[in-house]
């Protein structure tokens, strides 16, 4: 149980770094950062492996990638959706 917490606050760690990065902190809720973060982990891990290192199971510097990646590619899509 206590592990899924940690899951879920570095998930909203790793989503507010990847809204900072992308300068979308502002628009993002701490929900999203939590789905960010944990999708963009799962991105990351996937496409660049788990190296560097690791907390509550996710390795931090290829989520962090994933997630920025996420973020820019969900901005993109939501500015031309309008």
Not at 12 to 18: H, L, N
Request: hydrophobic share 60%.
């Amino acid at each position: 149980m206590l592990h899924w917490l940690w899951v879920l606050i570095v998930g909203a760690i790793i989503g507010a770094i990847a809204g900072a990065v992308t300068s979308q902190s502002s628009s993002m809720g701490w929900i999203s950062n939590i789905i960010a973060g944990l999708v963009g982990s799962a991105i990351g891990e996937a496409i660049l492996g788990s190296w560097g290192p690791q907390l509550a199971g996710m390795a931090i510097v290829p989520s962090i990638i994933g997630a920025v990646i996420l973020v820019w590619i969900v901005s993109w899509l939501l500015s031309k959706r309008q």
